[in-house]
């Protein structure tokens, strides 16, 4: 069972490239977002979302039990569903409107971006679930520094599209 763990938790071995694991787990969100929202839109997406955090979960619990160390570098599936979750609003108005979510270029950059610097910054409640020291602080850290890239995106959405146009 350790096997899929490991799987499950370092991408399929993406956790295993270096430097900065993390940066390379976000990366490889990046393109099955958009396959997942080419096939199913939204809806596949957050059904994605749930169910990678869901098996992120238990094979960090699985990679992490016998260990000292709580948050290995390889484990990068928290990486991938906060990726994920920061790109929420960009599928959302692609799905909603009935467009290319690819038309969005700017807002997958902010979201990568923005949520590379959420997770490690770690500022306030990201931080709090990072010193959890568990598995579900793992994948919670990740989860938060994805919402909060959210709001950002949205924010730099509403300024571009609001403001400055």
Do not use: C, N
């Amino acid at each position: 069972m350790t096997g899929i763990a490991r799987l499950i938790g370092t991408v399929l071995g993406i956790g295993y490239i270096r430097p900065a694991p993390g940066t390379w787990g976000s990366l490889v969100a990046l393109p099955w977002a958009w396959l997942l929202h080419l096939l199913g839109g939204l809806p596949l997406l957050l059904i994605a979302i749930i169910t990678a955090f869901a098996k992120g979960w238990w094979a960090t619990a699985v990679m992490t039990r016998d260990s000292t160390e709580s948050d290995p570098s390889e484990v990068v599936v928290d990486e991938v569903v906060g990726q994920w979750i920061a790109l929420l609003p960009l599928s959302y108005a692609a799905w909603s409107r009935g467009i290319d979510v690819l038309t969005m270029w700017p807002g997958w950059i902010a979201a990568f971006l923005l949520f590379r610097l959420f997770d490690i910054l770690k500022p306030g409640p990201v931080g709090w679930a990072d010193r959890r020291g568990d598995a579900l602080g793992v994948m919670l850290d990740d989860v938060i520094a994805g919402i909060f890239a959210a709001i950002g995106v949205l924010a730099l959405a509403w300024l571009y599209h609001g403001v400055l146009q």
